[in-house]
């Protein structure tokens, strides 16, 4: 082709300007489109490792957006090997792919209704491929799960406006692949599961932690399947039931400042409660509200507190019983606990109640023959008003300090239990039930027997008949003087003041 220059007067500017003619302009593009090496052609999005382009499709400068990590792993595709999560860029070099950046740096999406958010529902978000999803409008906003994939390496954040304003309306169950490793992070909303549930294949790990939420779940188990959740809550509360009886899937739990407000368990043995004090109460803030003590027993915590004096806790055994439990019960002088049905200890158990009273009503503690129950009560109120309160032929060993014992009958004659008493500045004040403080059961008569009880105007001190060896050897401090006051009265009866 021949050199040509044409200058043209353009009439608009009165200026001239340099013109080429058609063919000319064809050949300076396609000239210096060959001399662009880099040039970049997008060609579409890659969630599946079938997505890659096979050998044969791809060239160089060919860029794809990944929409969920992925693993170029197809034999039949480009099969480089090479790992990429939700957002990246990447772009063939001839070899293998380099990747360009994400298009989600620094990016958030946002989910509302009508024309307030880029999406209207979180699904469309996820399957976009943000990870950082904003709800900035109140009311019910729809979240899918069963629209979207998690495979492994999946970090999802969805924040609400504050208060619970906005409610993540749930419309379809999530399904965890096997072996994956999925987080979910859930702050400010109401999330609301309705029947839908999370199922966890074999070997997934699935993290969830949600803050400042309210969580409602109607189905029978919010958790299904085989996998493993680590669930934390924060601020929240919950009404949900986590995991049916039998369950195959298993919950470690992380909670704090958190009211449970169902029972959030049918299969104790699958879920792990990673905190080391539970609260338990309606002052606000406590971990299980009062009427939910049950719950608050069946994490298997070592220590509850019970944290105000004005509610009713009801403990039910036959739901939440403390068998071979070493359980420690503490609250803020007040707290009263209320007692519905028999408690059958088979093994070993320890149950001691700090500041805390509680009420047997006409129900009895069942110790098996081989079983011993340590009770230790302090400043604490205990009221019985069974015919006796320990039955069966195990061993109870009764410690009551600064505590007020109300119509408890230990046993009844002939006794099968073995009840060992100890008793310091605590006040008994049925006193026709001390005679079943004696072990040997021919010695329980209608009156207290000598050297029983003492009273010495503020305090009431009971003992085991006769006193322990091991109090005569090393005495506690506080019952120097009641020693002292026995050995020089040779015969109390009843439980009058001492001259």
Known sequence: MTDIQVRVLDLTTMHERWSLPDDAVAFVTAALAAAITDALIFKGTITLPADFPAPGDVEEGYTYRILAPVIDNDATKTNTGQEFTQGDEIAWNGTDWSKLGSVLSDRVATVGAGAAGMYNNIHEAVEAGYTDILLVSAGALDWDMSANTFPTGTAIRVRGLGAAASTINVTGSAAIPAAATVRINIEDATVAFGANVVDLGAGATLGLDIHDCAITSAAAALFTGTGTVALGTRDCTVTATLLVAAATATVNLFTEQTEWTAAVLADVAAITCLDRIITCGDGGGALFAAANLDAALLMGVDTIFLTDNGPAYAWDPTVASISGRNLRIFGPAGPVITVAANEVLAANTQLMLDGVDIDFGA?????????????????????????????????????????????????????????????????????????????????????????????????????????????????????????????????????????
Do not use: H
């Open 363 to 499: 129900f009895t503690v069942d110790v098996a023959p081989a079983a011993t129950f340590l009770f230790y009560a302090r400043k604490s109120t205990v009221s019985s008003a069974a015919a006796a309160l320990f039955i069966n032929t195990g061993t109870v060993d009764l410690r009551a300090y600064d505590s007020v014992l109300v119509g408890v009958t230990l046993f009844t004659a002939p006794a099968t239990a073995t009840v060992n008493v100890i008793s310091v500045g605590s006040l008994w004040n049925d006193a026709t039930n001390c005679t079943a403080f004696d072990r040997d059961a021919a010695s329980v008569v209608a009156t207290p027997l000598v050297g029983e009880t003492w009273q010495d105007n503020s305090a009431f001190m009971t003992f085991v008949d006769p006193v322990p060896a091991n109090w005569l050897v090393a005495p506690p401090p506080d019952v120097n003087t009641a020693l002292a006051r026995i050995a020089a009265q040779l015969v109390i009866v009843g439980a009058g003041p001492i001259p």
